[in-house]
């Protein structure tokens, strides 16, 4: 079955420093992978998506790599600030065409001033 | 801007009775989900629904659950029974023809 590997560990860094986190998924090659940032309580919010045929994707401060050899997709923020501190969630879709999320454990980033 | 919105935020109910958990979806969007998130644990697929019907649905999405669409703005849950580990925050999200879905506050069920 799909399975979806995040570092379950909390991820410290200082201010202004680059947070990269991994996401590694196995039994399956989806044909793009989606990122969403998740607050305490509340619901995910979507960040980025980045399709098989993009190595890279930027949006202001973020960045998201994907490759598809390795089965891995690296998401990094640049620049971190402690407003950043969140869980990030990586999510590709199932396998069977109707774009459920499959989210994989998340990366929470703790970011100290 | 536009958001999808649930209630009740949180609802406590006994073991054994139904609940029905309440979504209004951004208003042009057209594929619709539930997710259910147990505390510490990670977000996981319950059911999506287009088109006026279920186009799939988990092993967790068994007969305890059912979801309706009454009146083209509304998105329900409903679990007939409720059991103690169906405790779990529950997300409502929706998305167009893009593949950006977007998730409402949640509903966080207690089940005693």
């Known amino acids: 079955s799909q399975k979806i590997e995040q570092n379950s560990e909390a991820l410290n860094i200082q201010e202004g420093k680059t947070a990269t986190l991994t996401c590694n998924y196995t039994?399956?090659?989806?044909?793009?992978l989606q990122w969403y940032r998740q607050d305490p309580g509340r619901g995910p919010v979507f960040l980025l998506l980045i399709r098989e045929n993009e190595k890279e994707k930027r949006k202001e401060r973020l960045k998201v790599t994907f490759d598809t050899t390795l089965k891995q997709s690296l998401f990094h923020i640049t620049a971190s600030q402690p407003a950043d501190s969140a869980t990030y969630l990586c999510?590709?879709?199932?396998?069977?065409?109707?774009?459920?999320?499959?989210f994989g454990t998340g990366t929470r980033l703790l970011v100290s001033p | 801007e536009p958001e999808v919105t649930q209630t009740p935020s949180h609802q406590v109910t006994q073991m054994g009775q139904e609940v029905i958990l309440r979504c209004v979806p951004i208003s042009n969007h057209l594929y619709f989900y539930w997710y259910r998130q147990i505390l510490g644990q990670k977000v996981e697929f319950l059911v999506s629904f287009y088109n006026n019907e279920i186009s799939e649905k988990s092993e967790i999405f068994d007969d305890q659950f059912s979801v309706e669409r009454p009146d083209g703005s509304n998105f329900t849950l409903k679990i007939r029974s409720t059991k103690l580990e169906d405790s779990a925050m529950y997300f409502c999200?929706?998305?167009?023809?893009?593949?950006?879905?977007?998730f409402g506050p949640g509903t966080r069920l207690t089940v005693l």
């Open positions: 999510a590709p879709p199932g396998n069977t065409g109707f774009q459920k999320l499959v």
């Open positions: 999200a929706s998305r167009v023809t893009n593949h950006e879905q977007f």
């Open positions: 039994n399956y090659s989806p044909a793009y």
